[in-house]
C-alpha cells in the first residue's frame, strides 16, 4: 500500500509540473503572440508612411509644374493679355488640379486666408492696413498642397501683420 501511496504521490507531483510546464508555455505562447501582432501593426504603419512619403517624392515635381502654370497665368493677367493660349494654360493648370484633387491632394493658402503657422510659410510681413486684418494673407508666391491632414508643402505667403 505504501508503495502505490508513493507512486501515486510522485504521479501527482509529476501532473503538477507538467501543469506548470503547460502554463509556462502557454504564457509564452500568449505573449509571443501578441508581441507578434504588435510588431505586424507596427510595420503596417512603417509601411503606410513609405508609401506616403514615396507619394510625396514623385508629387513634388508636379507641384512645380503647377507653379509654372500658375506664374504664367499671373504674368498673362499682369500684360492683360487673354486668349487661345492663355485658356488653354488655364485648361492644362485646371486639368492638373482634378487630378491631383483625384489623389486626394488640396491645394491651401489662398490670398484672403488667416495665416496658420502648421500649413504656411511666412516669407514676409506687411503691414496691416484698411480692410485687411492681422494674419491675413495678401500674396501667395506658391500654393501649399497637402493631403488630408498630412502636408505635402506649405504654401509661401505673405501676411499681414499690425505694427510690421
Avoid: C, W
Amino acid at each position: 500500500m505504501e508503495i502505490l501511496r508513493d507512486e501515486l504521490r510522485r504521479a501527482n507531483e509529476r501532473v503538477e509540473q507538467l501543469q506548470r510546464e503547460a502554463a509556462e508555455f502557454r504564457d509564452r505562447f500568449l505573449r509571443s503572440r501578441a508581441e507578434f501582432e504588435n510588431y505586424r501593426r507596427r510595420m503596417e504603419g512603417e509601411l503606410a508612411m513609405a508609401r506616403e512619403s514615396g507619394m510625396d517624392s514623385m508629387v513634388l515635381p508636379v507641384l512645380a509644374v503647377y507653379d509654372d502654370l500658375e506664374r504664367a497665368l499671373d504674368a498673362a493677367s499682369a500684360a492683360g493679355l487673354e486668349g487661345p493660349f492663355v485658356t488653354n494654360v488655364r485648361a492644362v493648370r485646371d486639368s492638373l488640379v482634378r487630378q491631383l484633387d483625384s489623389l486626394g491632394i488640396t491645394p491651401l493658402g489662398r490670398k484672403g486666408e488667416l495665416f496658420d503657422p502648421e500649413r504656411h510659410e511666412a516669407l514676409a510681413a506687411v503691414p496691416a492696413g484698411p480692410g485687411v486684418g492681422d494674419g491675413v494673407i495678401v500674396q501667395v508666391h506658391a500654393a501649399g498642397f497637402a493631403k488630408g491632414e498630412r502636408l505635402i508643402r506649405p504654401a509661401k505667403v505673405i501676411v499681414a501683420k499690425e505694427g510690421a
